[in-house]
């Protein structure tokens, strides 16, 4: 075993700060939506634009992080047998107590399946929400091009229920899935991990 | 000592002085004392005489009045060119003041228009004292044809008060500028009573609440009706039958706009909440009407407002065969023998259109579908329309008699001695050929009744802000928008297939996690205890 510096400050901030926002949009985008009521609709719609516009500022600063220090490499998606592997593990090795195909490491963070969850969370929900979020914000004023708030709302909605899928797979996931018990959530929160010595595959 | 206290009196009285002067100076900045007016002493036989009086030294003033629709009761429309007005629109209220008219026309700022023979160039039957009597005791009778009684009279006929004639000259030497009780002395009052027409002018608003009215709260700005429905030459500002649905020009500066306040951006400009409010507010004005939030209800100052007349039901007696009128606790009429039934509501919720200011009427003798509600006044709009916005209006609705065969709206003579008159015969064949007759038309002898509806813009009664309507007001499945189509409004609508697709991801996901979870469980359950 050993202890790896996995995640590093700026990660946990963008990680924990986003995890805040996308719940707090979530809940208010739904009461705007008209699904939950908590706040009241004009303050829901406030918080929402609130977190949105901090998210949209986070997000910024993490395409730049990652595109600065290569951790965009950790996205690419791995070869085809690979993504079978941890399907077969998820699918059957888990329940035969299997050693988990995938070993983990400073540079290579994410097994198969997350980097396709979260290079599509990324590249295809992400900006599913913001473009259609910056639209719902600015439409008063693009109505003179012919935008309509249908298809908008009806975009940002779409975005809404794939991010809280997303959301119940991962915190399934990290918060079950790791060796030791809340291992994945210690190590987010500490930027440690311990990992197995041995060597078996990479992503 | 004595000399110090002397001083502080006199300081104190010249403090005194100048401010009464500057308050009396307030209420009656006229430079004329009407009172010392030699032409003006009387004494005054009819309300003419009067006339006649002001009308030598104010040369132009009836010229000026001969123009305007409270002289006229005709008003072309600048969009639709109808020729609307009293004269020749039609209501679901009294339906039309042809072939009734000294009981319309009491409202008329002229004297003796009693029939189609009333001669509109007349200068002395101008009444000027309908709306520049500052004693509020100038009352035309209600049945003069727009004459005081110059006689002590009942009203009601009969079984009524007595009113004593007005003191035409007390009344002449006290002229000036009007005030809200000389607008609301007719306007209050239309359809027949307090309240009765418009539910956002009755009479709560001779002296307001700031809860009734905002601007004319007599405690706060205390605005007369001029204020914003600025005047010139006896015009004024402001029209419902052509209204400024949106006021693109901002705040009303002299000599580069209309001059006419009668729009709330003439002093409120079109981005009118402020820095400090919800940007989100002035986001709505270019789809949302000020007066939509801002006149949640209307009736709100105590009175009820007239809002189902169904005439169909006219003319019942009692058990002992007396005519029939039954009221409610607060004292309206639900049932009234003369005019049918009656729905009377207080703090009522507006109904909203998309409104661009272009309401097209049905006039006197115009072809009616049968075959549904009919709208007497038909509003334009819509979501695409940029010159449209969602407007409040008080819906009136109710069933009046119209010929089957002509599909014609009747013209019901109603109001008169003579026996074709409804309230006379209750013979409503008699009432209807009378009335149409008495507007050119002929009647088939075939009629029945028909549900109507008309839309009056709510404008008065603007609630202090804190009364506004809030964002889920509309923003929520059923709220005060829930009528309008079309468009796609946030807490309002959804896409149900979408809702329940993703309902469907969602539930799923979770199912499947769980399910992946416990079977994990038991997995290395099994593993351990083999």
Known sequence: ?203 | MRLLANLLIVILAAGFSVQSWSSTAAQDPSTADHSKFEQLQGPFATGPDVTEACLGCHTEAAKQLHKTSHWTWAFENPVTGQMLGKKNVVNNFCVAAASNWPRCTSCHIGFGWKDDTFDLTSEKNVDCLACHDTTDTYKKFPTGAGHPNYEPKKWPPKKGKTRQPPDLVRIAQNVGTPDRDNCGNCHFYGGGGDGVKHGHLDSSMHKPTRDTDVHMDIDGLNFSCQTCHTTGGHEIAGSRYATTAVDKEGIDVPGRTDNARATCVSCHDTAPHGAAANSKLDEHVDKIACETCHIPTFARGGRKTKTWWDWSTAGRKDQHGKPLVIKDPQGYDTYNFKKGDFRWEANVAPEYRWYNGRIDFSTLGEKIDDTGVVSINRLNGSYDDPDSRIWPFKVMRGRQPYDTVNKVLAVPHLFGKDSEAYWKSFDWGRAIKAGLAATGQEFSGEYDFIETEYFWPVTHMVAPKEEALSCQSCHSRDGRMAELKGFYMPGRDRFEWLDLGGALVVLGTLGGVSLHGLARLVASRRRRNP
């Open chain 1, 1 to 203: 075993m050993q202890r790896v510096y996995m995640y590093s400050r700026f990660l946990r901030l963008w990680h924990w700060l986003q995890a805040l926002l996308v719940i707090t949009l979530l809940l208010t985008g739904f009461e705007v939506h008209g699904t939950v009521q908590l706040f009241g609709y004009e303050e829901a719609a406030g918080y929402h634009r609130l977190a949105a516009w901090t998210l949209l500022g986070l997000w910024a600063l993490a395409w730049f992080w990652h595109l600065t220090t290569g951790e965009w490499k950790q996205y690419i998606p791995s070869p085809i047998d690979r993504i079978l592997a941890m399907m077969r593990y998820y699918g059957l090795g888990i329940f035969k107590g299997d050693p988990h195909p995938f070993h983990k490491d400073r540079w290579h963070r994410h097994n198969p399946l997350q980097r396709m969850a979260y290079l599509s969370l990324h590249i295809m929900i992400g900006p599913v929400i913001w473009i259609s979020g910056l639209a719902y914000i600015f439409y008063p004023y693009l109505a003179g091009y012919g935008l309509s708030l249908t298809p908008i709302a009806l975009l940002h909605t779409l975005g809404a229920f794939l991010m809280l899928a997303f959301l119940i797979v991962h915190l399934y996931l990290a918060l079950t899935t790791s060796d030791k018990p809340l291992g994945f959530l210690k190590g987010m929160i500490t930027g440690y991990e311990e990992i197995e010595d041995e060597k078996t595959t990479s992503a």
